[in-house]
């Protein structure tokens, strides 16, 4: 099974910061790579679909790349609606692996 | 307006079963390949099935092959989740979910395997 290593777990940063968030997936996946927020008490949403496609009505502050292995997630300036935690997806093979996700909180 | 709305969730002791259903609304229910994902208390998302548009391939993760059987009724727009020989390791609360491009969600049903 693919394994998906994301980092880091959690961060604190400023309104205005630049947050960037890794995921490294134990296996060449491609592009197979979606991030997704999840607020408290909230279902998951999708922000970004093949590491680097922006969700239909997603601000565009939101943006991804990287492919194969290692792949980046970065919010370009947060905003304190951006607290939640987000998780990074793969889907190669029609199995799916969610990474640990990562907490942001306003510091 | 798209709705996923799941049911069935609740108290079961270990070894126990449950159905759990999603009822779909708002899109064309069979285009679709149809998820389950479930999320333990305060810990983080993890894939449990997926089944194709019109039912014929399903696919499990390791934690559940075996135990759980996803299916769905095309006719009445409805996705299943089967659980047999629960542990106390499955509780969490199970979302139905349309996952990808265009993605939906359904607000989850919580199982809870404790004796």
């Known amino acids: 099974d693919i394994q998906m290593t994301q980092s880091p777990s959690s961060l604190s940063a400023s309104v205005g910061d630049r947050v960037t968030i890794t995921c490294q997936a134990s296996?060449?996946?491609?592009?197979?790579l979606n991030w997704y927020q999840q607020k408290p008490g909230k279902a998951p949403k999708l922000l970004i679909y093949?590491?680097?496609n922006l969700e239909t009505g997603v601000p565009s502050r939101f943006s991804g790349s990287g492919s194969g292995t290692d792949f980046t997630f970065t919010i370009s300036s947060l905003q304190p609606e951006d607290i939640a935690t987000y998780y990074c997806?793969?889907?190669?093979?029609?199995?799916?692996?969610f990474g640990g996700g990562t907490k942001v909180e306003i510091k | 307006e798209v709705q996923l709305v799941e049911s069935g969730g609740g108290v079961v002791q270990p070894g126990g079963s449950l159905r759990l259903s999603c009822a779909a609304s708002?899109?064309?229910?069979?285009?679709?390949?149809m998820h389950w994902v479930r999320q333990a208390p305060g810990k983080g998302l993890e894939w449990v099935s997926l089944?194709?548009?019109?039912?014929?391939?399903?696919y499990y993760a390791d934690s559940v092959k075996g135990r759980f059987t996803i299916s769905r009724d095309n006719s009445k727009n409805s996705l299943y989740l089967q659980m047999n020989s629960l542990r106390t390791e499955d509780t969490a609360l199970y979302y139905c979910?349309?996952?990808?491009?265009?993605?939906?969600w359904g607000q989850g049903t919580l199982v809870t395997v404790s004796s």
């Open positions: 979910a349309k996952i990808g491009k265009g993605d939906y």
């Open positions: 708002g899109f064309t229910f069979d285009d679709y390949a």
């Open positions: 089944i194709s548009g019109d039912g014929g391939s399903t």
């Open positions: 296996q060449d996946i491609s592009n197979y």
């Open positions: 093949d590491a680097s």
């Open positions: 997806q793969q889907y190669d093979n029609l199995l799916f692996t």
